[in-house]
């Protein structure tokens, strides 16, 4: 408890450290820091809209956050133990970013002392494996479909796969380029990358309908599918990674689902949407012991804002699954949109509240 009260005094003396963000800029006013919680507060000055990275070795990412609008700015709360990071900003969410290194010194008593948020990790832990053996399981059916150059079966696959990657992006999302090669979407061939993955296989599939020479990208998908689901599988995650994972779902619905640049040849969009909001909810759900002894109200309003998303999506279902994204009209859309807007004011919370 010493351990964990000296921390709150040096958060609170010490405060959120400043991040100015420009599209050519990323100045972190402090980069030598006392091991455990670290807030930075990342303020967009440029004109892209940009994202703020914590990497440690090899691009593992210990905390992101996403979305960050021109004039907006965005707390990070990350759990560090002493080492070596790199810090990153992304203009236009797109690169290798903008990076300075970051030292942490010392030592901190982890937020997993307290027992109710050891518990939220191992229980969340326990719903990661449930999606990744369903991942595998599906994905290969996928794989299987593509490679026997069923069309059809493989459109059928393609968005029942992608459902429990969606669910879990957070955890796929801490390991380097990984999550890139898996779901990247046209764009990371502006950033050197070679186009793979599910969205290399959906082009073909609704496109040209030609997944004949798709073989090798199948097998490609499969065996790094295969290489996530083992690392996240064995990967020890802090309560504040729980915490950032169920807003960065809903930040990857506003940025990509609604939008309908996620599924931009199959307009599946309302499949991962769907997917990312429960993947949010089974975050929170795994810290809601903790949110309910320490800010009751605010696990009232979570529970009120939750139901709306879901209600409001609800309105789409067809049959097993949703709708197609270019069936809904603008005003659809923006009915979606408000509603994660309102679920997301309150899930923003959720961070300090877990860091205290």
């Given amino acids: ?57 090899g691009d593992r990412v210990m905390g992101e956050v996403e979305n960050i609008a021109p004039g907006l700015s965005r707390e990070l709360h990350v759990e560090l133990p002493a080492g070596s990071y790199e810090t990153a900003c992304k203009p236009g969410m797109v690169g290798k970013g903008i990076r300075g290194a970051l030292k942490v010194n010392g030592s901190a008593v982890p937020l997993t002392a ?6 939220a990790t191992e229980s969340y832990q326990r719903y990661v494996r449930s999606q990744t053996a369903a991942l595998l399981e599906k994905t290969r059916e996928f794989v299987t479909a593509v490679k026997a150059g069923d069309v059809a079966r493989s459109k059928e696959l393609f968005p029942v796969a992608r459902t429990y990657w969606e669910r879990i992006e957070p955890v796929a ?20 990358m070679e186009f793979t993955g599910f969205h290399r296989i959906e082009k073909d599939l609704w496109t040209t309908g030609d997944i004949s020479k798709d073989g090798p990208l199948a097998d490609r998908l499969m065996a790094d599918i ?17 915490a950032n994972g169920a807003k960065e779902l809903l930040d990857e619905v506003a940025s990509g689902k609604i939008t309908g640049e996620e599924d931009r040849y199959s307009h599946t969009d309302l499949w991962d949407f769907a997917a990312n909001l429960e993947g949010s909810k089974a ?15 605010l696990v009232k309003q979570l529970d009120t804002e939750f139901a709306n998303v ?29 509603s994660i807007n309102a679920l997301a004011e309150p899930i923003s919370k959720v961070a300090a509240v877990i860091a205290k």
């Fill in 173 to 192: 999302e801490i390991f380097g380029d990984l999550d890139p090669k898996i779901d990247g979407r046209e764009e990371v061939i502006e950033e050197g």
């Fill in 226 to 242: 295969d290489e996530v689901v083992a690392r996240a599988n064995a990967e020890k995650l802090s309560p504040l990674q729980l």
């Fill in 114 to 119: 307290d027992a109710a948020l050891a518990a």
């Fill in 310 to 338: 879901e209600t409001t999506l609800g309105r789409h279902r067809a049959g097993d699954g949703w709708k197609l994204h270019n069936q809904l009209d603008q005003d659809e859309l923006k009915e979606l949109s408000d």
């Fill in 283 to 297: 975050a929170i759900a795994a810290l809601r012991p903790a949110l309910e002894q320490r800010a009751p109200d």
């Fill in 1 to 57: 408890m010493f351990g964990r009260c000296r921390l709150r005094r040096e958060v609170a003396a010490g405060g959120p450290i400043a991040v100015n963000a420009t599209d050519s800029v990323c100045e972190v006013a402090r980069t030598d820091v006392d091991a455990g919680t670290v807030i930075f507060r990342v303020t967009n000055k440029g004109v892209k809209v940009t994202e703020f990275y914590v990497y440690a070795q």
